[in-house]
Each structure stands twice: as C-alpha cells, then as structure tokens.
C-alpha cells in the first residue's frame, strides 16, 4: 500500500520550475515522475498551479507541493497503488473542480504517473509492461526539427516542422534514418547562411522566409541525406494557429499577412497540393475556430492526418463535442492537459472507438522523465512526437523506445503512419 506521498521543485528544460512527485510504498518501493509544461497552452487545458508573485518570476509551484504533501497525501496513504483508476478519482474528487484548478492539474498528474510508476516497481514489471497489454507495438516516431512560433524566435509562424520515418525495418532504423537527415540539415542550412542554434524542442531556428522554405530545406535535406520524401520520409507540420488568431477580426496574422479561415483552408490546400510528403498538419485552425476546422476536415480529412491538439486538449468532454461535429481525425494527447493518467487512458480509448488516430506528445518545456515513451508503448498509441535529434529531454524518450525495442526482441510491433 502507499505509505507515503511527497513532492518537491524541480526545475524543466526552460529553467522554470515544476513538479516532481514520489509515491513510496510499505514494502519500500518508490514511483517517481515528474510533469512537462507547455508554451503554447490550450485555453480550456487543466489548471497548471503557479505561485504568483515576485518569486522565480511568479512561477514558483510550492503551493502544489504543499498540496501533495498536504491533502493529496493524507487522502492517498493506506491506498493500493494498482488501483489506478480509484487512486485518480480520490485526487479529482479531493480537487473538486472541473479543471482542477484547487489542487492543481501539475500536482495531480505528478502523483498520478509516480503511482503508476511505484505499482509497476512493486510488480518488478517495466512501466509499458503494467499499463499495457501483452500485444504491445512501437510508435511512428515524428521528430521536430525546424522550431518557429512561440518554440523559437526564428520568425515563422509555424512552430513545428516534423519529420517522420515511414519506412523503416525497426525503431533503431528508423531513428537512424533521422539523425542522417538532422545532420545533413544543419549543413543544409549552414550553407545557405542560416544560424544553426536549437529552439525548444531542440530543431533548428532559422531565420527563414515562409513556410514553404522551411519545407523545401526539408526535402533537400531528406534528399541530400540519400532518402525519397514521400514514400521513405513523411513530413509534418504543427501551425499551433491559436497562437496567431485573433478572437476580434477572427483573422489569422500569418506571415504578412491577414487570412480568413477560407483563405487559410486554400493556403493549406496549397501545400498538400505542392508537397507530397506532407501527411499531417496539427491545430492549422484555432481552438476558438471550430468552423474553420471543421472546414477543413470535410475538404483535407481523406487526404491527410489532422489533428487536434489546442483544440480537444485531451479531454474526454471536449474531444466528443470534436468527435460528434466531425471535426480532425486525430487527437493529439498530453497527459498534463488533462491531469491524470487514467483520463487521458479515457480520451484514448474514445479515439480508438471512433476512428481517430492518436499521437502522444511532450510539451516544449520537459523534464528528463520518460514516462511518455512507455505509455506510447503500453497504448498501442500508433505515434508519438517528443521533439528533435538534440536536446536530452527529447532525445532520452526516442532512447527509451531503443531499450524497449531490445528488451522485447521480436515481441513487439511497429506500427505505421496509414499510408497517403
Ligand atoms: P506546447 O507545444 O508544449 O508549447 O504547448 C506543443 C504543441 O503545440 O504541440
Ligand atoms: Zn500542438
């Protein structure tokens, strides 16, 4: 049983600080874990519990370290940590709010995954082994090589280009086919004068033009680096338009110009029409467009992958008002927008039942916890995105899927992007 609950400050991969979270067992046995936070968050994502102030720029999260020390403890200890989904309900019940804004969703989810994690030790099984069934498969990795929008202050408006192995004989593969890529990139762009430095999420942050450049520096790279884009390396983009929408003229700033939803639609038509290898894009319409996105997915949801992340914000609730309006065919999931391990399990399986496609994901500021890797692994979750080729917050969840990928030899599946 859980003897005792405790967390404590730790800082992320931005410098700011987060939580860390240790559940202990009375056999001895710890869980630890410890919670991502992101840049350019969802409006109606959980609440992530900051101090306010003057304190380590009023980020501090010493009021939800003091929750977890506090009630979140009392309420857990004597509790049995393989009851995930019970253990989850006492905190959400304890916190009362629909978006648990009292405890807070970061103090929440830290104990939640540290329990996940104190359960599996005290099973002597892997994480992705207790979560997940027997018949488990390795994700379609997309990796986040070019970083704009609020990841970098390169200038472009699109804050993520991904690339993706679509060919590939293993995971190993697979990621070696991208390091290849990701060097040759850096040359690529070196050549033509651009700076080479890291963004966020460890993917270049040139200075460049338009979208379409950054594209065409990927398929030079792609090509360069001796692979086919289209049929060996997919390409993806993740736009994150809420950050250039505006609420009053319902116009999107992008660069240089003001388009409407139509126009955007056209634009993105544009693209997948230009680039074949382009087989996802992510939130290129708003949270606060629906419309727009809905739009999108009657004209572009048979030709590509669109998912929704600022949109559904992994939340059960709004992912099936998204799912009854026919809007995206994908979801993308963050276990901190929602808070708990077993909600996020919930919007999973609602996306499985209804055809849509799933892709776990870091936020753009992560710790070197690499739960993400073995929920990916335990889910069957078909894709995961955790950043770029650099930067060992990212790097350390692409490694977990090697480890995981020699444990289980040939007991393990890889699943594919559904072909364009
Ligand atoms: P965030 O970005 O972690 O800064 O919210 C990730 C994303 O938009 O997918
Ligand atoms: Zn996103």
Redesign the pocket.
Same mark, same amino acid.
Not at 38 to 41: K, Q, Y
């Given at each position: 049983v859980i003897e005792n609950v405790k967390a404590r400050e730790i800082f992320d991969s931005r410098g700011n600080p987060t939580i860390e979270a240790d559940v202990i067992l009375s056999d001895g046995t710890l869980g630890r874990a410890e919670v991502p936070s992101? +840049? /350019?968050?969802g409006d109606r994502e959980a609440v992530e519990l900051r101090d306010g102030g003057t304190r380590l720029m009023g980020k501090g999260v010493l009021k939800a370290v003091a929750n977890v020390n506090g009630k979140i403890k009392k309420a857990l200890i004597g509790q049995d940590p393989c009851q995930q989904a019970e253990i989850d309900k006492i905190m959400i019940d304890l916190d009362g709010t629909p978006n648990k804004a009292r405890l807070g969703a970061n103090a929440i989810l830290g104990v939640s995954m540290a329990t996940a994690r104190a359960a599996a030790a005290s099973k002597h099984l892997p994480l992705y082994r207790y979560l997940g069934g027997v018949d488990l498969e390795l994700p379609q990795p997309f990796f986040n090589v070019i970083n704009g929008g609020v990841?970098a202050d390169s200038g472009i408006a699109v804050?993520e280009f991904l690339i993706t192995p679509i060919e590939r004989t293993s995971f190993r593969d697979g990621m070696e086919k991208i390091a290849n890529i990701y060097h040759t990139l850096k040359k690529v762009l070196a050549k033509e004068g651009y700076e080479t430095a890291v963004g966020d999420e460890g993917g270049f942050a040139p200075k460049l033009s338009s979208t379409e450049e950054a594209i065409e520096m990927l398929y030079r790279a792609i090509k360069e680096a001796g692979y086919e884009p289209g049929s060996e390396i997919g390409i993806a983009i %993740?736009p +994150?338009s809420s950050e250039f929408y505006s609420d009053e003229t319902h116009k999107y700033s992008f660069e240089g110009k003001e388009l409407d939803s139509d126009e955007l639609l056209v634009y993105y038509q544009k693209l997948v029409a230009e680039y074949p290898a382009l087989i996802s894009i992510?939130d290129g319409f708003s949270e606060h467009d629906w419309d727009g996105f809905k739009k999108q997915t009657d004209v572009q949801g048979k030709q590509i992958q669109l998912i929704g %992340?600022d949109i559904f914000v992994t939340n059960p609730k709004i992912f099936k008002e998204g799912i009854d309006k026919g809007v995206a065919n994908s979801i993308?999931i963050k276990l901190n927008q929602i808070g708990t391990v077993t909600e996020t399990i919930d919007t999973m399986k609602m996306a499985r039942a209804n055809g849509y496609t799933t892709m776990i /994901?870091h936020?753009?500021g992560e710790t070197g916890d690499t739960f993400i890797a073995d929920f990916a692994v335990a889910m069957n979750a078909g894709q995961i995105k955790t950043g770029s080729m650099a930067r060992s917050e990212r790097v350390e969840k692409y490694n977990q899927f090697l480890r995981i990928e020699e444990e289980l030899g040939g007991n393990v599946g890889l699943a594919h992007f559904p072909k364009r």
């Open positions: 992101g +840049a /350019s968050t990841h804050q %993740d +994150a992510e %992340d993308l /994901s936020r753009s």
